[in-house]
């Protein structure tokens, strides 16, 4: 009998009270200072850093390497508490949490966020990101095009600290999906924002906002025909012991945000700030060799085991599925406006330019 090994989550109304009301003292006097006069913060401080993903994910192994790299660089004045998905809620939940400033630190991914932050949504669309993974990461860590973000990201009181790519969505059912017409009424999972869904709405399927925590018991009570996620998180969660094939067609990277309270980032003092600024740039080459390392070796392992059909899509196939997704940039565009509209220029621009550079 399969043993669960993620199913559900307690979301834990005292333990988040308690996140709540501990506060981390950082200017807190002892009664003896001069009136006006900071305090110096009182050391160990730990930061909260909320997953979207459980242990051995790639979410995992960057807030692993933040930690040590933080610890390292603050000679153990700060700390750092990591939460894997499950311990405090969905991925909505967490978000909600980094916002009113319950957790410090947490990923948030713009399936879920788009619509908090609709400029987010441009990484649900499909056939957009540059068909070499390199060029992504440069994209990506572009201050021309993460600096569009920040005004979106600040008015939901979230602190934008980095996007980390975590390798090529495939999807998974129980049949090849080699045309938008094998979409039509399939019933396919998605995070839980509206734009999410109209990547797969375009192709003529019949979307459904899920928690990620609730994906695999949904596939195997056939609430749901099929699902899209990285390949390491396809295994890791199960998935294809519940589907028969898996469809490696590269639509989209999934692609997830680093974010933190802004006003406690905003109130750090500058050594800590800078601690945080350093360890990040440290860890954005971990991430990266982290999810290639894990979506081959994940891949590799479902294909030994034998039970799972894998289907690699032509050139000529990928076309169509790029073709039909066209008009769901329009759709971004109706719902970001003049924001999303420098947003998605500046991306097609540096796709171009780092193309031409790397080419």
């Known amino acids: 009998m399969h043993t669960f090994r993620f199913r559900f989550w307690p979301l834990c109304a005292a333990l988040v009270l308690a996140l709540a009301g501990c506060s981390d003292n950082q200017n807190a006097g002892n009664g003896d200072s001069t009136a006006g006069t900071p305090e110096p913060p009182e050391y160990p401080v730990t930061w909260r850093f909320a997953l979207e993903e459980i242990e051995g994910s790639v979410q ?4 692993e390497a933040l930690k040590e790299r933080i610890e390292e660089r603050s000679d153990g004045r700060i700390l750092i508490d990591i939460f894997p998905y499950g311990s405090l809620g969905t991925s909505t939940q967490l978000t909600e949490l980094v916002r009113n400033g319950s957790v410090n630190l947490a990923f948030a991914s713009p399936g879920h966020l788009a619509d908090k932050v609709p400029e987010a949504g441009i990484f649900t669309l499909h056939f957009i990101l540059p068909e070499d993974s390199q060029i992504t990461r440069q994209l990506l860590a572009s201050p ?11 008015r939901q009181n979230m602190k934008l600290l980095g996007f980390v790519p975590e390798g090529w969505m495939a999807w998974t059912a129980d049949k090849a999906l080699r ?3 094998d979409f039509q009424g399939l019933r396919i999972r998605t995070m839980t924002s509206n734009m999410a869904e109209e990547a797969y709405r375009a192709y003529g ?11 695999y018991s949904d596939l195997q009570l056939r609430k749901i025909d099929g699902q899209g996620n990285p390949v390491f998180a396809i295994e890791e969660m199960d998935f294809h012991e519940v589907q028969s094939t898996l469809t490696l067609a590269r639509p989209a990277q ?29 860890v954005a080459e971990i991430a990266w060799k982290t999810q290639e390392e894990l979506n ?16 690699r899509l032509t050139d000529a196939e990928r076309k169509a599925f790029r073709e039909a997704s066209r008009p769901v940039r329009d759709i ?9 509209q420098k947003i998605l220029e500046k991306l097609l621009q540096l796709i171009e330019e780092f193309e031409a550079v790397n080419s």
């Open 179 to 181: 045309t938008p017409e």
């Open 332 to 340: 971004y565009l109706e719902r970001t406006g003049e924001s999303g």
């Open 144 to 154: 021309e095009l993460t600096g569009l973000f920040e005004q979106p990201y600040a």
């Open 205 to 215: 399927a019949e979307p459904s906002q899920i928690p990620y925590s609730q994906v």
């Open 60 to 63: 995992h192994a960057y807030a």
């Open 296 to 311: 081959q070796t994940r891949l590799e392992k479902m294909l030994e085991e034998g039970q799972l059909s894998v289907v």
């Open 254 to 282: 999934f692609v997830s945000s680093v974010i933190s309270n802004l006003e406690w980032y905003d109130s750090l003092p500058e050594n800590q700030k800078q601690w945080l600024d350093n360890a990040l740039k440290d």
